[in-house]
Nanobody, 121 residues
Framework: QVHLVESGGGLVQAGGSLRLSCGTS????????MGWFRQAPGKEREFVAA????????NYADSVKGRFTISRDNAKNRMYLQMNSLKPEDTAVYYC??????????????WGQGTQVTVSS
């Protein structure tokens, strides 16, 4: 059983910053690519960012490039999403996800419960 737990969501004004964190147990983290997805009200869940098992490669949705940064600390079994210059359209439930192998070239197989991010204008 893989449990992913997100934290760090909240309410922030446009232009502000938030840092999301995702944690899980050691045996289910360091050997796998990880990612962040989000789902806004009335919309389908969409990809935000992904990172390989070692952290040497990352990928971002065009809508967040230059504003969001994904990172991981395998020693702490944690992944992060630093979100800067937030916009009202970034408002969504953000989900942590784990892929099935070292790289993010397939669909995630495990999901967290989500954390709400609300950006006010």
């Amino acid at each position: 059983q893989v449990h992913l737990v997100e934290s760090g969501g909240g309410l922030v004004q446009a232009g502000g910053s938030l840092r999301l964190s995702c944690g899980t147990s050691g045996r289910t983290f360091s050997g796998y690519a990880m990612g962040w997805f989000r789902q806004a009200p009335g919309k389908e869940r969409e990809f935000v960012a992904a990172i390989t098992w070692s952290g040497d490669l990352t990928n971002y949705a065009d809508s967040v490039k230059g504003r969001f940064t994904i990172s991981r600390d395998n020693a702490k079994n944690r992944m992060y999403l630093q979100m800067n210059s937030l916009k009202p359209e970034d408002t969504a439930v953000y989900y942590c996800a784990r892929y099935s192998d070292l790289y993010y070239n397939s669909d995630p197989v495990y999901w967290g419960q989500g954390t709400q991010v609300t950006v006010s204008s």
